[in-house]
């Protein structure tokens, strides 16, 4: 799926099963989600070389999200692309099944690793990145890590020792959408200017929007071009992407839409993926 249409409407599909997974469990993290949902659309449907139907595929690439609790937009987009039941989703954060607040690689078809401490998923992608690059297998390893999450320390670590390996074979995103759970991130623990700290790492920067398909496809080509460095995508975004009344707004970091709020947010939705519909057809 590479049409840019198709794309839009997917991610507009994975928006509201997002929304609808959250409001049905009562709780959960919409905000980053939201502001996720296109670069995950972009990888499952246009780039990545995966098999829903082996999901454990030796030679797939892999997926870490390294801000685990934005697992409305993965489970949404997994389920989406077939790893399992959309119907499934309604389990979200259940005791009955395991779709839980966070990444879970045994009980998750289509999951490549556990997350959920910040920080932590960068480092797990190097290692599969550096596995592929020693056992001389072609397949990429792709993360997202969010903009308040790199105040972690580790998260330094890990692009030191990707740039240190030459891991070409590596692509994270950062989903910089400006918001962290306890405001801005400027106010918490300022982060700027990103390009320029990743590049004294030695990484390949690409800077983009982060909602416009055209910036997010081209710069995963780039990526694949650069085969000597590992390469952040910048992608600015807004947090609560997609539903007007979350779209940044710190306080949508991690809490439940009651039921006249998803009543909005899902007609707000229902009316692009209408408008979509009209247009891929």
């Given at each position: 799926m590479d049409k840019i249409n198709d794309l839009k409407l997917m991610a507009a599909k994975t928006r509201l099963l997002a929304v609808d997974a959250v409001h049905g469990a009562k709780s959960g993290h919409p905000g980053g989600s939201l502001s996720c949902a296109d670069a995950l659309v972009a990888l499952y449907f246009s780039k990545m070389n995966i098999d829903p139907a082996n999901p454990k595929w030796e030679d797939r690439d892999r997926f870490v999200l390294s801000k685990g609790h934005?697992?409305?937009?993965?489970?949404s987009v997994l389920a989406l692309r077939g790893f399992f039941p959309v119907e499934d989703l309604k389990l979200f954060r259940s005791i009955k099944a395991h779709y839980s607040g966070h990444p879970d690689m045994k009980n998750v078809p289509g999951v490549d690793m556990s997350t959920g401490s910040l920080g932590q998923g960068l480092s797990a992608a190097v290692g599969m990145a550096l596995a592929a690059k020693v056992s001389g297998k072609s397949y990429r390893t792709y993360?997202?890590?969010?903009?308040?999450?790199?105040?972690?320390?580790?998260?330094?670590?890990?692009?030191?020792?990707?740039?240190?390996?030459?891991?070409?074979?590596?692509?994270?995103?950062?989903?910089?959408?400006?918001?962290?759970?306890?405001?801005?991130?400027?106010?918490?623990?300022?982060?700027?200017?990103?390009?320029k700290k990743f590049d004294a790492f030695n990484w390949n920067v690409l800077t983009i929007n982060g909602h416009d398909f055209n910036e997010i496809l081209a710069a995963l080509k780039e990526a694949e071009k650069c085969t000597d460095k590992p390469t952040v995508i910048i992608m600015k975004t807004e947090k609560g992407k997609g539903v007007s009344f979350m779209e940044n707004q710190a306080g949508w970091h991690g809490k439940a839409p009651d039921d006249e709020q998803y009543a909005t947010a899902k007609a707000e939705l229902e009316a692009v993926i209408a408008e979509l519909e009209k247009e891929v057809k």
């Amino acid at each position: 799926m590479d049409k840019i249409n198709d794309l839009k409407l997917m991610a507009a599909k994975t928006r509201l099963l997002a929304v609808d997974a959250v409001h049905g469990a009562k709780s959960g993290h919409p905000g980053g989600s939201l502001s996720c949902a296109d670069a995950l659309v972009a990888l499952y449907f246009s780039k990545m070389n995966i098999d829903p139907a082996n999901p454990k595929w030796e030679d797939r690439d892999r997926f870490v999200l390294s801000k685990g609790h934005c697992t409305p937009a993965l489970y949404s987009v997994l389920a989406l692309r077939g790893f399992f039941p959309v119907e499934d989703l309604k389990l979200f954060r259940s005791i009955k099944a395991h779709y839980s607040g966070h990444p879970d690689m045994k009980n998750v078809p289509g999951v490549d690793m556990s997350t959920g401490s910040l920080g932590q998923g960068l480092s797990a992608a190097v290692g599969m990145a550096l596995a592929a690059k020693v056992s001389g297998k072609s397949y990429r390893t792709y993360a997202i890590c969010g903009d308040g999450e790199i105040a972690e320390g580790q998260i330094w670590e890990a692009a030191m020792a990707a740039a240190k390996w030459k891991l070409g074979n590596l692509c994270m995103f950062l989903d910089s959408n400006g918001l962290q759970i306890d405001g801005k991130v400027e106010d918490v623990m300022p982060s700027a200017p990103l390009d320029k700290k990743f590049d004294a790492f030695n990484w390949n920067v690409l800077t983009i929007n982060g909602h416009d398909f055209n910036e997010i496809l081209a710069a995963l080509k780039e990526a694949e071009k650069c085969t000597d460095k590992p390469t952040v995508i910048i992608m600015k975004t807004e947090k609560g992407k997609g539903v007007s009344f979350m779209e940044n707004q710190a306080g949508w970091h991690g809490k439940a839409p009651d039921d006249e709020q998803y009543a909005t947010a899902k007609a707000e939705l229902e009316a692009v993926i209408a408008e979509l519909e009209k247009e891929v057809k």
